[in-house]
T-cell receptor, first 117, second 110 residues
């Protein structure tokens, strides 16, 4: 079946611009995660949804970052007034289960490479 | 600060050999562990998950978990040049977010 999809794949923004990154999870997957990956590093957690509820946003680096998943499916990560330090790959992952017992695997989309100039 | 530690490598092994990748974690609450493979310029691809102490085998891959030692490893048998990639270790509390290591770069030479 179809995997996680993300758009755009590449985004160049001038400093100060707002950007919106979209994630379409695997059909039926309840949980959706956003991660940020800098060059040479592992992905770092940003935020997590279970259906439409944002259960954890502790990883969002500043109040310029905002995420939503209004209908419990597609999610959008918005970055306002972009800064050069926001340049990174933004990864979305989805996971099927929310109940005890698993499985708990997270499957990643292709990512959006954001470059702020 | 919850951490997952990996040797950054590169780990170089000849084709056909066993590659051994290691990872330690600090959060004793972590219950689920995963190995992801990431090719340059691509996103992480899940290759193994392990939840219980002991070994789990899938094809050429074996994951090992020792919760008492807070240690996870991945063995790749009969390594192929196509296995050359960065391998990311990650741990989490089941449905929660994953904490990733920085990855170990594996090079398999012919």
């Amino acid at each position: 079946g179809a995997g996680v999809s993300q758009s755009p794949r590449y985004k160049v923004a001038k400093r100060g611009q707002d950007v919106a990154l979209r994630c379409d999870p695997i059909s039926g997957h309840v949980s959706l995660f956003w991660y940020q990956q800098a060059l040479g590093q592992g992905p770092e957690f940003l935020t997590y949804f279970q259906n439409e509820a944002q259960l954890d946003k502790s990883g969002l680096p500043s109040d310029r970052f905002f995420a939503e998943r209004p209908e419990g499916s597609v999610s959008t990560l918005k970055i306002q007034r972009t800064q050069q330090e926001d340049s990174a790959v933004y990864l979305c992952a989805s996971s099927l289960v929310i109940l005890a017992g698993g499985p708990y695997e997270q499957y990643f989309g292709p990512g959006t490479r954001l470059t702020v100039t | 600060q919850k951490e997952v530690e990996q040797n950054s490598g590169p780990l170089s092994v000849p084709e056909g050999a066993i590659a051994s990748l290691n990872c330690t974690y600090s959060d004793r609450g972590s219950q689920s562990f995963f190995w992801y493979r990431q090719y340059s310029g691509k996103s992480p691809e899940l290759i193994m998950s392990i939840y219980s102490n002991g070994d789990k085998e899938d094809g050429r891959f074996t994951a090992q978990l020792n919760k008492a030692s807070q240690y996870v490893s991945l063995l790749i048998r009969d390594s192929q040049p196509s296995d050359s990639a960065t391998y990311l270790c990650a741990g989490g509390q089941n449905t929660d977010k994953l904490i990733f290591g920085t990855g170990t770069r594996l090079q398999v030479f012919p």
